[in-house]
């Protein structure tokens, strides 16, 4: 007796089990539930802390024909030095190396600062002869001739900021940074005042521009 009692015990339990693990029924305008048959493939997003603040891939350094590129129509005049120095930049030729370079390292930076320096102070240069605004790239925001910068307002040295910060990087400057340039821009425009070179004033600013990892990477 006791044994047909447990026997029927062990039945009723097994039975509750295997109604417990089916799955209710679907209620009716409901989509039944499909298992990814790949499994759980999601990749945790990388720590910002690590990446400069940044979640996602890491910035790529643009190539050298888009570095040309983009000095030609920001600046408003083309870095006439750069095909010599485009393979030692990373550019492949395609005879020994297949593959370009983007990775930024110290021999593009120096060569960039070369380049920036030769292009900025030409097109700064030539600026200052140049009465009429829409006609300037670097002191498009400056009313009139160009003549002493220190006379400029904060509001006319910051807009002009602004303006060259989106030309360049495609974003403007504001907050504390846009004041840091703006103290920048005042220091350059004295000096340059000092040793009569008005034009260095906008061309170390284009410089700083140019060789900000904003304008290299993407």
């Known amino acids: ?48 802390d ?40 990373g550019q492949a030729d395609y005879a020994l190396v297949n593959i370009e370079s983007i990775e930024p390292n110290l021999v593009f930076a120096k060569f960039l600062e ?24 670097l002191s498009r925001t400056v009313p009139g001739e160009l003549g002493d910068l220190r006379q400029l307002t904060d509001a006319q040295v910051r807009e002009l900021l602004v303006y060259l910060s989106i030309r360049f990087w495609g974003t403007p400057l504001q907050g504390d940074e846009l004041t840091r340039w703006t103290g920048f821009f005042s220091q350059a425009a004295a000096r340059a005042e000092t040793t009569r070179k008005r034009h260095q004033a906008l061309a170390a600013v284009c410089i700083a521009l140019m060789t900000d990892s904003r304008f290299l990477t993407y």
């Open 114 to 137: 070369d380049g920036a320096r030769d292009v900025c102070l030409a097109q700064a240069s030539a600026e200052l002869t140049q009465a009429s605004p829409e006609a300037r790239v």
């Open 50 to 89: 690590l990446q400069n603040g940044r979640v996602g891939r890491s910035p790529r350094r643009i190539t050298v024909s888009q570095l040309a590129r983009s000095i030609e129509v920001t600046v408003g005049r083309p870095w006439t030095g750069l095909d010599s120095l485009a393979t030692t930049m």
């Open 1 to 48: 007796m006791r044994r047909l009692l447990l026997f029927a015990l062990l039945t009723l339990g097994a039975t509750a089990c295997e109604k417990s693990s089916v799955a209710p029924p679907p209620v009716d305008g409901q989509l039944e539930p499909v298992p990814n048959p790949h499994g759980d493939t999601t990749a945790p997003l990388p720590d910002p």
